[in-house]
């Protein structure tokens, strides 16, 4: 065994000094900007938003944190900052030295409206009730409600309307029991009152879930119903109006007035093939098909009847 000579030993310690000297100098800066007034937050910078008010998010954060010292300021408590906001998903941010706080925004990307207990949810595209949807003139004065409307704050210190705290639903206030013409097959339409404009495309789910603000629904066929939309073409799922899934059975209605079925709700790619192949040919033969059944999807069968072609 050979011994390690005196020029080794001080190469040695030399490189632990070395990163010794590499660790200290950052939490040195560190330490040092803690305690520093160089480093208090002067401006906010908020990006990634698209559905969730930008300068109400910002006049919370500057309520919040303008003046707190940029060293300080975790992730974790602008994200818990930033929760009253529904469509929240995750914040990151970043620190822009000497003074400038950078916040950016991951929002939930709504993907169904979702009847539960006579009250209606707005659901992500993994599952998430993202909001519940109220009347802005709702009688519940006492708590903050779960309001999907992107309105501004009075004030900038208070935080706006838009909750994310946990509760389950009652029935929707004052809403009238649906008639035929408020109806998808058999679910009930939202009141047009209810929903904001950018929400009005979404197709409509039911469920006897017990539903949690800010929680995923614990429902096998919601989650069936969203991946069907999800595994629709761009044009096929713009024109979605309901979704239906049990465990035999998937059902879709578009507008203005097609049903598809899907029979058991498995094999969908090779069924979303069939009924594109369907539709072309009514559109070929200048029929507007009212029903399609691609439950075998090698076998479809489409109404009304197309005529059948005249021999030349």
Do not use: C
């Not at 209810?194 to 989650?223: K, W």
Request: glycine share 6%; net charge positive; hydrophobic share 40%.
């Amino acid at each position: 065994m050979i011994a390690a000579g005196p020029g080794r030993s001080r190469r040695t310690v030399l490189a632990m000094a070395l990163v010794a000297v590499i660790v200290a100098i950052p939490l040195s800066i560190y330490l040092w900007g803690r305690r520093s007034e160089s480093f208090l937050i002067e401006q906010i910078s908020v990006t990634g938003q698209r559905r969730v008010p930008r300068r109400e998010v910002e006049r919370l954060l500057e309520s919040r944190y303008l003046g707190e010292n940029l060293f300080t300021v975790k992730t974790a408590e602008v994200r818990e900052t930033l929760s009253v906001f529904p469509y929240v998903a995750d914040v990151a941010i970043d620190r822009d030295y000497p003074e400038t706080l950078r916040v950016r925004i991951s929002e939930y990307r709504p993907a169904a409206l979702l009847l539960a207990d006579g009250a209606w949810y707005v659901l992500s595209t993994q599952g998430r009730v993202v909001a519940q949807l109220e009347s802005p003139e709702g009688n519940d004065k006492e708590s903050p409600r779960a309001t999907t409307s992107p309105t501004a704050s009075k004030s900038p210190v208070e935080p706006p309307k838009a909750s994310l705290s946990p509760s389950t639903a009652g029935s929707v206030s004052g809403a009238s029991p649906p008639s035929k013409q408020e109806l998808i097959g058999s679910l009930p339409v939202p009141p047009k009152r209810l929903v904001p404009g950018y929400l009005r495309a979404l197709p409509i789910m039911a469920t006897d879930a017990a539903i949690v603000v800010g929680e995923d629904v614990d429902d096998p066929h919601v989650a069936g119903g969203l991946e069907l939309v999800a595994a629709l073409p761009a044009g096929l799922r713009h024109g979605a109006a309901a979704v239906k899934v049990t465990d035999s059975l998937a059902r879709l209605y578009f507008r203005p007035s097609l049903e598809v079925e899907f029979g058991v709700p498995d094999g969908l790619q090779v069924k979303i093939l069939a009924l594109q192949a369907v539709l072309r040919r009514y559109r070929a033969r200048g029929v507007r098909a009212t029903f399609v059944d691609v439950s075998v999807p090698d076998r479809p069968l489409g109404a009304p009847l197309l005529p059948t072609p005249r021999a030349p």
